[in-house]
């Protein structure tokens, strides 16, 4: 027999494909989730997310990919529905590859491409992806789902359980959960249970145990009473931490405020809101000293603040999240003689007193990735513990393999005490930390152990250093592409002059930094100053964005001084 030649093979596997994938089934159900005319989306770091009238061929297509995606890594993959800190009328959706981390770059792309696809070109698009990615269909693939409180969330799942059945995929519906929950179920179905219990009952017992055993090595638990007042953004975070109050000891008393009982989804409330605006949430009583958090609607990120005798708001934010997770992780490290290497990721927008904190009196080693979570995660990794947060409150703490056997190694078998309690403790901390990404409910029992075993009022914790002053501001410009910047966003490399006069403005200031970044999704340029009095860190801001409007094609009127 003479051997076949490439171009028949090719033409050959082509047919196969078009043999086992069930382009029929496909195309009948891509009939009943048509694309809306003109319809153009980008998957981003947040997937997608537009209006959720706009969305159900985008869940349909998104349920197919997470099908092929699902077969190459011969795992299960997650999809979340769910759009955070977006308004009630907005959603989205996002795939969670296989640790529980975010989708592969690659695999954005090809969303992007599959969501944007015409009806006829659906056959085409998936028939490419499959080829690009030689993508075994004889494998089979199975799906977890998740969705938020959003009215329009079931039935966008339902698109995404449509895509999903179109290709012959298996999944469970987890319904309501939040999307650091969905994550977990991820990383406990492709580790086989090591990661803990694919259920939310697992995620509740192995987060509480762990706070159990870590704030029962408390020495000195003040009256072993803890009292939080928690805003959950009338979102999912509410329903589930509920749920998880009776897992929790009785001496930990929450009180909801936002619940989702009465009004609107992230609507003056939430991180985002409390964030931004430098306030507390509508609906939430404060008593000066009173410690309080916000979750974001989704429930993957966690703010905290107080008011002071003085009726004074104090936030304390990602920044200051990551300073007490770390400050309490290299003193455990300490203790127990453990000498792996530990550093924290921030962003440029972390607060410039938080990084000299760190550096200069933790001694703990800094450094900056761009502005986004996938980004900080693929730092954070690149060391046996890495600690990020962004200063809106998504962050967590990741420990290498090899780190985790060696702490637990050493909580069994260390013949010194100390150093054994030490290590226990660690174990436990680790436990208690969903290492998969920003867990709003599984950071606040981590902070709120540290509290109680480092004896901490919410006072002591906000006075470990003091933040900055700082401004943020949007500039309008013709197109945004002629930003582009090095040194993780923090200088900029186009337009020529614009670096320059930013380092000439913030020579005026004492402790000034500024920076600017193009926005991901909108023709306006990110402003961020500050320096050592909110009046200077205004001055600045106003000054940077003048020269962004000068230099990098500003429209519109010109930018106002900060009032």
Known sequence: MLPRNSHVRSQNSSRALQVEMDFEAVAKYSKLHAKPPGLTLQYGTAGFRTKAEDLDHTMFCMGLLAVLRSKKKKSTIGVMVTASHNPEEDNGVKLIDPLGEMLAPIWEEHATHLANAEEHELQGVLTDICQKEAVDLQQEAFIVIGRDTRS??????????????????????????????????????????????ATVEGYYQKLSKAFVELTMQATSQRDGHICLKVD????????????????????????????????????????????????????????????CCSFDGDADRIVYYYNDPAGHFHLLDGDKIATLISTFLKELLVKAGQTLSFAVIQTAYANGSSTRYLEETMKVPVHCAKTGVKHLHHKAQEFDIGVYFEANGHGTVLFSKAAEQKIRYQAKEEKNNQKREAAKMLENTIDLINQTIGDAVSDMLVIEAILVLKNLTVQQWDSMYTDLPSRQLKVKVADRRVIDTTDAERRAVTPPGLQERIDELTQRFKLARAFVRPSGTEDIVRVYAEADTQENADKLAHEVSLAVYHIAGGVGEQPKAVV
């Open 152 to 197: 329009s969330s079931k039935k966008l799942s339902q698109s995404v359980i449509d895509g999903v059945s179109a290709l012959g995929g298996q999944y469970q519906d987890y319904g309501l959960v939040t999307t650091p929950q969905l994550h977990y179920m991820v990383c406990c179905r492709n580790t086989h249970g090591s990661y803990g219990t």
């Open 232 to 291: 959950c953004a009338n979102g999912i975070g509410a329903l589930k931490l509920k749920e998880m109050e009776r897992y929790l000891p009785s001496c930990f008393v929450i009180h909801f405020s936002n619940d989702g009982t009465k009004g609107e989804l992230n609507h003056q409330c939430g991180a985002d809101f409390v964030k931004v605006h430098q306030k507390p949430p509508v609906g939430l009583e404060m008593k000066p000293g009173e410690r």
